[in-house]
């Protein structure tokens, strides 16, 4: 059996990895989340037998009132489980070792318990790549092996699997696909009173708030193509962004013979998170294949930089130092919870980001330690915040 430790176990990647884990050969030795959810948590720590659970808000008190509650709705007794709180929890459960552990929490949070896992020797299933674009090469140099990182983000796992079809020296470039997201084909003076539901109702994938929104902006295929660099060790100008409204081809490698290679499967998150847990062997029950039998076609088309200025900035940030990286995501994630509280409109949030990567005074890769980072960032989001208010 495969111990794993599941951090953000409440949420979208969450709850389907535990759906993956269902189908046997796991035994689930942790389960991390915010604390927003105990009810669910209480749920899957009976159903997959979990005696070690980490919140980040709340209190030990509320998990086990939960876990009793739900043991007596279901007429069993209450399990004793260990309960760790506070915001170090997900990196102390990270830390404890175990065979893999898959890190689905949001935001840049999500940086220590990668590092944590990275130092514990685990196989880390990365689906939070804002830990990564904000680590950077901290994380990178926290890895005990090469292939210790395993991508569970769908164009990362497409990408792995496509580039073990060539030498690393065989590589002429990545193609990140894109969806376009809910307002592909939209000019930009046509997105001016977009809601939060409109940005939130993602055309192929149901997805967690804030990687929808990022989706929307295309600031998620910006964070892409700064992780494809970092897990992959390919140029940025050697990454192109192409829109693929289905969804089903998640992104290719182009070979230097002129060969493009391409991973392809149904918009269904279960296949990359099977993958990355049981990486490099496949999983040997299927996750929905395509359908051959039926008519269909899948369109390629280039990304409208210009009203979708994610992917932009996101080059920006990578050439221009080593934390501007992480001031834009941290700056990011304050825009997206402005405007899902309907503090600030949808085009303010690209506009910000490009104002705050503008004033950041960056530090250079010889320079970069975790002070360094949680600085920046901490700047960044406090001036994302100043600008976002006087909007
Ligand atoms: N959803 C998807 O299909 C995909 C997601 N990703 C990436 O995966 C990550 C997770 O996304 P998604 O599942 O959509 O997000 P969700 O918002 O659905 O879930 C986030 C999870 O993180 C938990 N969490 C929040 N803060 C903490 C904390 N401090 N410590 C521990 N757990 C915490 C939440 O708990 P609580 O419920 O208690 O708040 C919840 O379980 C993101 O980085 C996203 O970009 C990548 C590709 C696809
Ligand atoms: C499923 C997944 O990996 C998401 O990150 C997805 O990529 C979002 O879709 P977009 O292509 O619209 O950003
Ligand atoms: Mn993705």
């Not at 539901?197 to 993602?202: E, F, G, I, P, T």
């Not at 967690?208 to 992780?227: H, M, R």
Request: hydrophobic share 50%.
């Amino acid at each position: 059996m495969t111990t794993l430790t599941l951090l953000g176990s409440t949420g979208s990647i969450g709850t389907q990895a535990l759906e993956v884990v269902s189908r046997g050969g796991y035994e689930v030795a942790a389960l991390a989340a915010g604390g927003g959810n105990v009810r669910l948590l209480a749920e899957q720590v009976l159903d997959h037998d979990v005696p070690l659970v980490a919140v980040s808000r709340g209190s030990a008190a509320d998990v086990r009132d939960a876990v009793a509650a739900v043991a007596a709705e279901r007429g069993v007794p209450a399990p004793g489980i260990e309960v760790l709180v506070g915001e170090g929890a997900a990196a102390e459960l990270a830390g404890a070792g175990s065979d893999v552990v898959l890190n689905g929490v949001t935001g840049s949070v999500g940086l220590a318990p990668t590092l944590a896992a990275l130092r514990a020797g685990s196989s880390l299933a990365l689906a939070n790549k804002e830990s990564l674009v904000v680590g950077g090469a901290l994380v990178r140099a926290a890895r005990q092996r090469p292939d210790q990182i395993v991508p569970v983000d769908s164009e990362h796992s497409a990408m792995a699997q496509a580039l073990r079809s060539g030498t690393h020296g065989e590589v002429a470039r990545l193609v990140l696909t894109a969806s376009g997201g809910p307002f592909r084909g939209k000019r930009r003076e046509e997105l001016t009173g977009v809601t939060a539901a409109q940005a939130l109702a993602h055309p192929t994938w149901a997805m967690g708030p804030v990687v929808t929104v990022n989706s929307a902006t295309l600031v998620n295929k910006g964070l892409e193509l700064i992780e494809a660099h970092l897990l992959f060790d390919v140029a940025v100008e050697d990454i192109t962004v192409v829109v693929h409204p289905q969804s089903i081809v998640h992104s290719m490698v182009e070979f230097v013979d002129g060969s493009t290679i391409a991973q392809a499967s149904p918009p269904d998150m279960r296949l990359p998170i099977a993958l990355a847990l049981s990486w490099p062997a496949r999983p040997q029950r299927a996750v929905a294949p395509c359908r051959w039998d039926q008519a269909t076609s899948w369109t390629f088309e280039p990304l409208d930089e210009d009203t979708f200025r994610g992917v932009r900035l996101a080059r920006q940030a990578a050439a221009a130092s080593a934390t501007h990286p992480a001031v834009l995501n941290a700056a990011n994630e304050e825009c997206v919870a402005a405007f899902l509280d309907g503090r600030l409109a949808f085009l303010a949030i690209t506009d910000i980001l490009e104002q705050v990567l503008a004033e950041h005074d960056g530090v250079a890769a010889e320079s970069l330690d975790l002070a360094t980072v949680h600085d920046a960032e901490a700047w960044a989001r406090r001036r994302a915040r100043e600008l976002a208010g006087a909007r």
